[in-house]
């Protein structure tokens, strides 16, 4: 009945958008094909689009419940492929895809860059003492903790010191340096946070579901797979982040705009962390789809004898 009600949407939408562009909404699917790098980025610049922190309340109800008369047969004469997928997005961006829950404004994705951007300026200030690493560390991986948690599926501080005390290098290149000591303590503290806060799902598995949507399963090997796809975006996010500013900044500090006005030099690097972030984040998570597939051959014999599909498909989280 279900299937015949979204089929009556679906023909009502179609008619409602024969002079639109917009593709033909799909319920639950993405707008953008996952099978390309591109089209995964392209999903993704909708997932983390801040514009969607500014949503209100009744906006996301009626979005919400526009979905809602898609799925049941009941939408209104006139609503186009283009409002749909609007809708979708607005959910998408701001509830949870297994609970349905609102994900709190900081730790939602298309909060990540507005939030984590100050956090990130912190990570690349120049001589940094034992101290200030040790905050910002702590408040970069508690907000990591955070993002992980809400988005599941439902560090070398020494190196400073050691960077400090290397009497080879010139004042120049132990700055340069310093300024890269970031990335490899956060990108192993990433995978670390990743691992600790959704270590339940190893323990208890994930859902599985054939092509139709159907539950097959709880896997926990779909689960170790889940984890591993995400601590690697989690590797590869800092990478744009904490490499490009350093090597940015470098360069735009010999200019002579910045060395007669040094003030500038923190707006400066807020700006070029910034703009990289923007970059890295929908690079990072575009490396896999959000509902990835496995054969149902890796997966535990109990899995593979409960469906005939060939491949199932899980929420690795964000």
């Known amino acids: 009945m279900a299937d015949t009600a979204t089929t009556a949407s679906a023909a009502a939408a179609s008619a409602a958008n024969a002079s639109t562009d917009a593709p033909p909404f799909q319920l639950g699917k993405p707008r953008f094909q996952q099978t390309s790098f591109f089209g995964r980025f392209r999903h993704f610049l909708d997932i983390i689009d801040p514009r969607t922190l500014f949503v209100t309340e009744r906006r996301l109800r009626e979005a919400v419940q526009l979905l809602e008369d898609y799925k049941h047969g009941t939408l209104h004469p ?13 959910k998408q961006a701001i509830l949870h895809p297994d609970t349905n829950e609102k994900i709190f404004m900081p730790f939602r994705m298309s909060g990540y860059i507005p939030f984590g951007t100050p956090i990130v300026v912190g990570l690349l200030l120049p001589n940094q003492t034992l101290a200030s690493t040790v905050f910002w560390q702590w408040l ?6 955070c993002v992980n948690y809400a988005n599941r599926n439902a560090t070398k ?6 960077v400090q005390k290397a009497n080879k290098f010139t004042p120049a290149t132990r700055l340069l340096v310093q300024r890269f000591v970031p990335f490899p303590a956060v990108a192993s503290a990433n995978i670390c946070n990743v691992v600790l806060m959704r270590y339940g799902e190893l323990e208890e598995g994930i859902d599985v579901l054939d092509g139709d949507g159907n539950l097959v399963g709880s896997s926990k090997i779909a689960a170790r797979h889940a984890l591993l796809e995400t601590a690697l975006t989690r590797v590869v996010l800092p990478m744009p982040i904490l490499v490009l500013p350093p ?14 006005r040094p003030r500038l030099l923190l707006p400066v690097q807020s700006l070029v962390c910034l703009a990289a972030f923007g970059l890295a984040l929908p690079l990072a998570i575009s490396l896999f789809p959000q509902m990835s597939e496995i054969e149902t051959s890796q997966l535990e014999p109990e899995i593979a004898q409960a469906t005939s599909s060939r491949t199932v498909v899980y929420n690795k989280g964000l």
Not at 140 to 145: G, L, P, R, W
Not at 157 to 162: D, F, K, M, P, Q
């Open 78 to 90: 006139g609503v186009t492929n283009e409002q749909l997928w609007s809708a979708q997005k607005i």
């Open 140 to 145: 970069n991986q508690s907000h990591n903790a």
């Open 157 to 162: 501080v020494g190196l400073n010191v050691l």
């Open 247 to 260: 090597i940015v900044m470098s360069m735009l500090e010999k200019t002579a705009l910045l060395q007669a």
